[in-house]
T-cell receptor, first 114, second 111 residues
């Protein structure tokens, strides 16, 4: 069965600095990978996805993520953090070979300090 | 996202009551999901459905049941609610390769 690990419950970054939110995954086949963001009292919003192709994926609000098959990782990155990026971030994975359900990580709370 | 609607948005109920949460979508997606969110536990999958005749258990299906009344409608029932089912419940939809779209959530409190 597939699984997702987000090893950090919380990440603190100063405004203007680069940020990274970590995600590792486990699937038996080829992964489809996703990042979602949740702002307070809101539902989840899609940020970006990796299906196939280029390992560096660009998404909404200046975010990007790098797929690393050997390390089974899909870390979320942004070159320069904004205070408005403060939110809860979820990584998710689906085993594309099994055309199976989508499993989410526990989430990482990102705090951008002004 | 108005494409996926959930009713009710908030509900307070008592232990032992039957509760139904409803979800409808206008995105034309064939796949629908129910997740619950708890602080520190993230999103956990309750049930999912890939089409009207397909229902599958997720990670935490005990105490829940679902009905896929049509392609656009997927309801979640708690036959006899208990306090540890207090959570934020999300419905979501997707196609095979597209990302999921989430509803606004239903905050359920079981006293």
């Amino acid at each position: 069965a597939q699984s997702v690990a987000q090893p950090e419950d919380q990440v603190n970054v100063a405004e203007g600095n680069p940020l990274t939110v970590k995600c590792t995954y486990s699937v038996s086949g080829n992964p489809y990978l996703f990042w979602y963001v949740q702002y307070p009292n809101r539902g989840l919003q899609f940020l970006l996805k990796y299906i196939t192709g280029d390992n560096l994926v660009k998404g909404s609000y200046g975010f990007e993520a790098e797929f690393n098959k050997s390390q089974t990782s899909f870390h979320l990155k942004k070159p320069s953090a904004l205070v408005s990026d403060s939110a809860l971030y979820f990584c998710a994975v689906r085993d594309s070979d099994r055309d199976d359900k989508i499993i989410f990580g526990k989430g990482t709370r990102l705090h951008i300090l002004p | 996202d108005a494409d996926v609607t959930q009713t009710p948005r908030n509900r307070i109920t008592k232990t032992g009551k039957r509760i139904m949460l409803e979800c409808s979508q206008t995105k034309g997606h064939d796949r629908m999901y129910w997740y619950r969110q708890d602080p520190g536990l993230g999103l956990r999958l309750i049930y999912y459905s890939f089409d009207v005749k397909d229902i599958n258990k997720g990670e935490i299906s005990d105490g829940y049941s679902v009905s896929r009344q049509a392609q656009a409608k997927f309801s979640l029932s708690l036959e006899s609610a208990i306090p540890n089912q207090t959570a934020l419940y999300f419905c979501a939809t997707s196609d095979r390769r597209r990302p999921m779209f989430f509803g606004p959530g239903t905050r359920l409190t079981v006293l």
